[in-house]
Structure formats: structure tokens, C-alpha cells
């Protein structure tokens, strides 16, 4: 079975049990071959939910068999400060706190907007406006400044 494939069957699994898949990948460490499903949810994923989804997806996955020979399942966040590896994703961050890195120069700003082409951050009260097509890595940042 196709990445693809997989993806889209583990997708609609997780939406019907009230998550959303963040990434799904299929990998090869040391002799062993994992299916790494990250899952995500408005909230923010905790452990009781990783325990859950992974409860729910082993029957699952099992009748599913995606892979040929043994595998090893995973499931787990993206992470705090987790890329934002499509347009939906950066949108989603809006009003949150991004590191980006450029060809030619880093930022850590509030994103304040983002139409498709174009970021703007706040940074340090200033805007700032970032060419989405220069962009070599946007991820969230651990914001240390609200914490309480």
C-alpha cells in the first residue's frame, strides 16, 4: 500500500474518533520499520489522548496491514514547537508565536497574517514581511515571554 493511501485511510480513522492526522510517516531505523502517526487536535494532544488513539488505531491498523513484514506502530504529537509544513498549518498559527528561517536571515515573531504568498510577523512591536517562497523552515515557537 501506497504512503498516500495509508495516509488517507489513517485520516478519516482518526477524524471519526475526534483527531486529526498531523503527519504520518514510514521509516527505517536500524533493522526496524515504524509507522510514525502523529496526531493533533485543537486543544493540543496530551498523553491520555496519544494512549487513546493508539488503543483505537491498533484493531485498525492490524486489519488494515499496510506494510509487508513486521512494523513497528507508533503514535505521538507533533511537538511543541512542530513544523508547519503546509499553508493550512500556518494559518492555523496565526496569532502564535514562529520561527522562520530564510536563504539569507532567521526570524521569531507573532504571526500576525498570512494570504498564501506573503508572512507578516510582529516582531518587537515592528512588522515585518516575509516572502513565503523564500521560506526554508516555519515552525512554532516555545513563547517563554507569557508564561506565567
Known amino acids: ?44 494532544v496530551n498523553m491520555d489522548d496519544v494512549v487513546l488513539a493508539t488503543q483505537e ?3 485498525f491498523i492490524d486489519e488494515l496491514d499496510p506494510i509487508e513484514g513486521e512494523y513497528m506502530m507508533e503514535v505521538s504529537s507533533p511537538g ?8 493550512e498549518a500556518i494559518k492555523h498559527a496565526i496569532n502564535h508565536l514562529v520561527y522562520v528561517e530564510t536563504f539569507t536571515q532567521n526570524f521569531e515573531g ?12 510582529s516582531i518587537k512591536n515592528k512588522k515585518v514581511k516575509v516572502n513565503y517562497i523564500d521560506v526554508n523552515l516555519i515552525r512554532l515557537a516555545i513563547d517563554f515571554r507569557r508564561r506565567k
Do not use: C, H
Not at 12 to 41: C, P
Open 80 to 87: 511543541a514547537e512542530r513544523e508547519l509544513r503546509t499553508a
Open 1 to 44: 500500500m501506497q504512503v498516500q493511501e495509508i495516509k488517507e485511510k489513517v485520516k478519516s480513522f482518526l477524524e471519526n474518533i475526534g483527531f486529526d492526522l498531523y503527519d504520518l510517516e514510514i521509516v527505517k531505523e536500524r533493522k526496524e520499520t515504524i509507522l510514525r502517526i502523529y496526531i493533533d487536535i485543537t486543544e493540543g
Open 57 to 59: 488505531l491498533n484493531p
Open 110 to 121: 507573532d504571526l500576525i497574517a498570512f494570504d498564501g504568498d506573503t508572512l507578516t510577523l
